[in-house]
């Protein structure tokens, strides 16, 4: 094991263990965190056989970071975003606006940097649009989810949707995953192109 990973593994584990320890709602605690131990359980077998590059491992473990930190008190509950409403004037907790946007990003760079490597598209252009179309794909599945939920489990799952009265959330979660692959896509573009070379000459 490398020191990045043994690095890497210790955040996590020590967010989960943090963040599992009296969250404000179990079950929504497990929900949030399930995303980030699958992909925990994606990179551990395929880190052998096509490890990522250093740029992509520390974005997931953000996106996980804000998942289990999500799950420990809700993402109607956020005490940093709740205490940013006023300064801000907003009316609800916004921290699963980010949640959605890291939903975009993350799996964006995640995506571009495996077409890439593996030379699945011809032409930046079309990468661009299948990355982007696949993030809104996984961001709607994800709203499916979230449907499915509430429906198994009636109020229940009210922490999880955390819609919090807000008519338009599920268009709103989507429209910011749809921001968070194009920022993937077109503004972190060359920084990915750059973490890319230094995993291939590895």
């Not at 990045?4 to 320890?21: A, C, D, E, K, Q």
């Not at 930046?124 to 509430?150: G, Q, T």
Request: with cysteine; glycine share 6%.
């Amino acid at each position: 094991m490398t020191r990045n990973s043994f690095i890497w593994l210790v955040v996590f584990f020590g967010l989960l263990f943090y963040t599992g320890f009296y969250p404000v709602d179990r079950f929504t605690w497990f929900l949030e965190v399930a995303p980030a131990l699958m992909a925990l359980l994606a990179l551990g077998v395929t880190r052998r056989r096509f490890p990522l590059s250093t740029f992509l491992y520390v974005w997931i473990l953000i996106h996980c970071a804000v998942l289990m930190i999500g799950g420990k008190w809700t993402y109607a509950l956020n005490p940093l975003f709740e205490w940013l409403k006023e300064p801000f004037g907003w009316e609800r907790n916004n921290y699963d606006k980010l949640g959605h946007f890291l939903q975009g990003f993350v799996p964006a760079l995640v995506l571009r940097e495996v077409l890439i490597r593996l030379n699945v598209v011809n032409g930046r252009k079309w990468l661009v649009v299948l990355v982007v179309s696949f993030c809104l794909a996984v961001s709607a599945f994800y709203e499916f989810i979230e449907w499915w939920v509430a429906v198994a489990t009636g109020d229940g799952a009210d922490a999880f949707l955390g819609t919090q009265g807000y008519v338009w959330d599920t268009q709103s979660d989507m429209f910011m995953a749809f921001c968070g692959a194009l920022v993937a896509v077109v503004i972190f573009a060359r920084t990915s192109d750059r973490a890319i070379e230094k995993v291939s000459a590895r």
